[in-house]
């Protein structure tokens, strides 16, 4: 290979590392996991379509497909998000790459289009049994492509989210934490459900609210160490407006009590069907309930114990601790559903 070639592969491999390090790639493994988890919920639950259950072709590309999607939805999240927040990032994050000039701004909105359009476009193709090849799915009447329409709800409320032009409730503390939990707490449920299974069930959305709710609280644990950035460009926080004190108190029963909400839902009767709420294995789901509140009150106390580090620290433990037991809870609901 010349020496031209050479410079040129390398050249784009390292474009290629940059525009995947923009997306802030460990953002996108719970959306992965949270879509891929909606959907083994549904396939286990007692409200599977198929009656004989199967594993399909079908359903594994439609499961594929969906947790692909979900991960670009939230890539374009992310660069939108960072396109809005150049002067905060600059301040914050000098190091990413539009903060630092390696990429520049109309460069990056046109990225985040183009993802925007990659993780919306695919999802008209999942269609719920018993429409299964591929003409099926792409003609079936409109009110059947619920997935499409869930993630367009998703896209929506991130630009709600970041983009001025949709109002930006990035500024408006409590109305920041809920367009992040609605989207990436409820929604994601409901979207990976909805590959298997109707969503016109109570069951996907109890579920989706149980991540919501631990959202609303919990993602705020990534704001603290940008107060100083935030405050210059008028996104008020709720460390802003509450103080550093008064905001940890706020969101920690956040990472203990949306997990106690599981065992009720496994023992509560659905009001709009029969059995229980969630139609899981009922001893794993308890056990699931157990683990995650245990940790999330150990989290909570590392929360309390001194909260003024929330806010000298980059990465405070509890956003990292976060990012993992949204994930832990997604596999374990899955396992709940299958075992």
Known sequence: MSGTKVSSVRSFASRARLYFAFTRPFTLLP???GVVSGALCAFGSAHNPDPERRFSPSVILMIALGSLTAALLNAASNVINQYHDLEIDRRNKPL???????ISPATGRRFAALLYVLALAPTWLVVIYPRVSFLEKATAPVPEHQCFFIYLAGLVFTLVYSDPAWGRTKRFGIWANLTIAVPRGCLLKVAGWSMVGSVFHLEAWYIGAIFLLFLLGATTSKDFSDMEGDAAHGCITLPIRLGVG????????FFVLPWLLIPLGAF???PFGQGPILTGGRLLLCILSAVLSGWGAWTARLILRDPAALARSENHPSWTHMYLMMMFAQVGFA???LA
């Open 31 to 33: 959306p992965t996991f």
């Open 96 to 102: 990413r790459p539009l903060a630092s000039g390696a």
């Open 246 to 253: 008064r905001a940890a108190r706020f969101i920690a029963p």
């Open 268 to 270: 509560l009767p659905d």
């Open 335 to 337: 396992v709940a559903y």
